[in-house]
T-cell receptor
Framework: GAVVSQHPSWVICKSGTSVKIECRSL??????MFWYRQFPKQSLMLMAT?????????EQGVEKDKFLINHASLTLSTLTVTSAHPEDSSFYIC???????????????FGNGTRLTVT | SQKIEQNSEALNIQEGKTATLTCNYT??????LQWYRQDPGRGPVFLLL?????KEKRKERLKVTFDTTLKQSLFHITASQPADSATYLC?????????????FGTGTQLKVEL
């Protein structure tokens, strides 16, 4: 159980275009999902917390107008990278806590990530 | 500032030996510490969680210790196998006004050789 599916697994786009990444919880409902970014040989950096039915909470230094997050249902959160630039090229990973888990101390279930390359 | 440090150098060990990975943290008072495995190009996979009042936790060939005085966690893999080769991440949970958030260390790459 507690499977998180992320799509697409990789995408190449031209500079200036927008890219949407989907994150779905397949067998549970996730009121909260987390979006991370990971550069090569670096750790996961939390970008934002996606809350179903309300606005996302962004970490310091993350532009909310550039990284649009929509959590329209209990099983789907999307991250849209708007007006992408080469420096946005990275590995984007979403995660969620399993259903019934408290917000504290429970493990995260991760999607398999999306490799974004902006040319 | 808050810091989570893992040995950035890769750890190479021989099959059958015990691998020990270290996670040190500063300026945290975590109640929970978690360990994840990450394979190249994939998302992390949860392995173990240990609470501050637990000194040790085991799961099959895995063992985690948590020393809140030293601010350190050790992650052991006994009877290591080539399939254990991956990057291992430790993560600490912090309580913020916006909800609990998991912060990850940089990870240590483990390579188990035949």
């Amino acid at each position: 159980g507690a499977v998180v599916s992320q799509h697409p697994s990789w995408v190449i786009c031209k500079s200036g275009t927008s890219v949407k990444i989907e994150c779905r919880s397949l067998d549970f409902q996730a009121t909260t999902m987390f979006w991370y970014r990971q550069f090569p040989k670096q750790s996961l950096m939390l970008m934002a917390t996606s809350n179903e039915g309300s606005k996302a909470t962004y970490e310091q230094g993350v532009e909310k107008d550039k990284f649009l997050i929509n959590h329209a249902s209990l099983t789907l959160s999307t991250l849209t990278v708007t007006s992408a630039h080469p420096e946005d090229s990275s590995f984007y990973i979403c995660s969620a806590r399993g259903q019934g888990s408290g917000s504290y101390n429970s493990p995260l279930h991760f999607g398999n990530g999306t490799r974004l390359t902006v040319t | 500032s808050q810091k989570i440090e893992q040995n950035s150098e890769a750890l190479n060990i021989q099959e059958g030996k015990t691998a020990t990975l270290t996670c040190n943290y500063t300026n945290y008072s975590p109640a929970y510490l978690q360990w994840y495995r990450q394979d190249p190009g994939r998302g992390p996979v949860f392995l173990l969680l240990i609470r501050e009042n637990e000194k040790e936790k085991r799961k099959e060939r895995l063992k985690v210790t948590f020393d809140t005085t030293l601010k350190q966690s050790l992650f052991h893999i006994t009877a290591s196998q080539p399939a254990d080769s991956a990057t291992y991440l430790c993560a600490l949970e912090r309580l913020t006004g916006g909800g609990n958030k998991l912060t990850f260390g940089t990870g240590t790459q483990l390579k188990v050789e035949l």
